[in-house]
Nanobody, 125 residues
Framework: QVQLVESGGGLVQAGGSLRLSCAASETAFRLLTVGWYRQAPGNQRELVAIITSGRSTNYVDSVKGRFTISRDNAKNTVYLQMYSLKPEDTAVYYC???????????????????WGKGTLVTVSS
């Protein structure tokens, strides 16, 4: 069982930045596809960004140019660097991982094998 632990959330003013971290317990971490999802109150969960074992990335349109996903396999960690934050970015952000890359399913939040407990990001206007 792979354990994922998110950190780095908090309260920030609009226009500010945060970096989220997702630390994994799995030594074969480098083989995992890892995604960041978010869910705001009353909204469905959405994929924010995802990175494959080969470091291919994909982003939801609303964060392109503002967020960057990256990974450090030596540290078993995936990061989500967030710039120019907006109030609409307020949500609980979840890290999720999968052994198999499946863009269609993973874009909907399906096909992920492991999930963290989430970290809250609040952006004030």
């Amino acid at each position: 069982q792979v354990q994922l632990v998110e950190s780095g959330g908090g309260l920030v003013q609009a226009g500010g930045s945060l970096r989220l971290s997702c630390a994994a317990s799995e030594t074969a971490f480098r083989l995992l596809t890892v995604g960041w999802y978010r869910q705001a109150p009353g909204n469905q969960r959405e994929l924010v960004a995802i990175i494959t074992s080969g470091r291919s990335t994909n982003y939801v349109d609303s964060v392109k140019g503002r967020f960057t996903i990256s990974r450090d396999n030596a540290k078993n960690t995936v990061y989500l660097q967030m710039y120019s934050l907006k109030p609409e970015d307020t949500a609980v952000y979840y890290c999720a991982a999968a052994w198999v890359t499946d863009p269609n399913r993973q874009s909907r939040g399906d096909g992920m094998d492991y999930w963290g407990k989430g970290t809250l990001v609040t952006v004030s206007s």
